[in-house]
């Protein structure tokens, strides 16, 4: 590889896209950019970044706010295991580093939510360390690049490449050799088509060479995912609503949510018969279905929009009674947003 690091790390230069979280060395930046890209898209990513670190501007500003606030500014991001893991981290680094992220790349990979390829990320982009970031991108030009026959992601094709990409990664320029590797995996090295032509790596890669880009890498077969069937109730009386904070299993832990069943997928009866509300007493003023897509699971959601006056409630501590108009003031999942964006563009549709 030694030859073609140099054309690698001019072509960055030159090509590199201008994202927010580049150029700078700054590792609470870097550390916030590289925990939401873990499940979250460049594009999308951009400006829940932005606002992330306008909120929170370091490690012990998180550590000293209320749960409740960082969850709501994460917000609509999903996969909110990452923004709990934020808050045990900011802990650990405000409390037991003064507030610093370690310059160590073990004491980085022992802290919450940090894995491989994050702890490689902040190590080389922050402090220079000499550790293979191997993200999705990464896996694919390292595979590629290789002629690896190994199925991408395995524990055998990932010590291949990290073990390879470590003996070559140049000693001073370790953060922009893997942000140049990620940066080809993005944008010349895709998926399907890549554009060889561009590559600065085509001169020693063994894909390129045999002619066998498009047959590597080796993907394992995805499993099919699972389905829930939901229903959902927004019952509002007298300008008051109901939520229930989930617990800490399972998906979207601690967020808040309409009351929900679980139901059969055939089912269509109205499902909360005796349970805060006596269905005599309400009026449906809609029912709605929602397809909502998780990485391994399709939620098909039902939401029974219902209103009656407090007088009909009975159950009355089973659920957390709030204004209607404060619900913006919780923390809640995607699907949530969904429910809560229609009823908006339906009142000003109206
Ligand atoms: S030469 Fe082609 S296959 Fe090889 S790393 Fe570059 S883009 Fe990927």
């Keep these: 590889m030694d030859r073609v690091i140099p054309d690698l790390l001019i072509w960055y230069r030159q090509n590199a896209r201008d ?11 870097i550390w916030v950019s590289e925990i939401i890209l873990q499940q979250t898209r460049v594009e999308q990513g951009k400006s829940f970044y932005m606002n992330f670190i ?15 606030s960082i969850l709501r500014v994460w917000q609509g991001l999903g996969y909110y295991s990452r923004a709990r893991n934020m808050i045990k981290t900011a802990e650990i680094i405000c409390h037991d580093f003064g507030g610093k992220m370690p310059a160590n790349h073990k004491q980085i990979l022992s802290l919450p939510g940090i894995g491989a390829y994050t702890a490689a990320a902040i190590a080389s982009f ?5 550790h293979a970031a191997l993200d999705g991108n990464v896996r694919r030009v390292g595979s590629r690049f290789l002629g690896l026959y190994e199925v991408l992601g395995s524990k055998q094709s990932d010590k291949i490449i990290t073990e390879y990409l470590e003996q070559h990664i140049p000693i001073n320029e370790a953060g922009e050799f893997n942000q140049a590797l990620i940066e080809i995996g993005a944008t010349v090295c895709k998926p399907q088509k890549p554009d060889c032509h561009s590559c600065p790596l085509s001169k020693q890669c063994v894909a390129y060479q045999k002619n066998t880009q498009n047959e590597l890498p080796v993907v394992a077969r995805k499993k099919a995912p699972v389905n829930s069937y939901l229903d959902y109730m927004w019952l509002e009386a007298d300008g008051y609503t109901w939520l229930t904070k ?3 299993h ?16 055939e089912t269509r009866n109205f499902p909360f018969e005796d349970w805060i509300i006596n269905p005599e007493y309400a009026s449906i003023l809609s ?11 399709t939620i098909y959601a039902r939401l029974w929009h219902l209103s009656t006056s407090l ?29 809560i964006e229609q009823k908006e563009t339906t009142t000003h549709h109206d």
């Design 19 to 29: 994202l927010p979280w580049r150029n700078t060395q700054d590792p609470y930046r």
């Design 54 to 68: 306008n909120n929170f501007h370091d490690f012990c500003h998180i550590a000293n706010s209320p749960e409740d």
């Design 246 to 248: 989930r617990d800490n």
């Design 311 to 339: 007088n009909n409630i009975v159950n009355k501590n089973e659920f957390t009674r709030i204004e209607s108009v404060s619900i913006e003031a919780y923390p809640v999942h995607r699907l949530m947003l969904k429910f």
């Design 250 to 265: 399972g998906i979207w832990k601690g967020l808040y949510e309409f009351p929900s069943k679980t139901r059969d997928a």
């Design 126 to 130: 922050a402090f220079g360390l000499p």
């Design 287 to 297: 029912v709605k279905e929602y397809k909502h897509q998780l990485t391994h699971r």
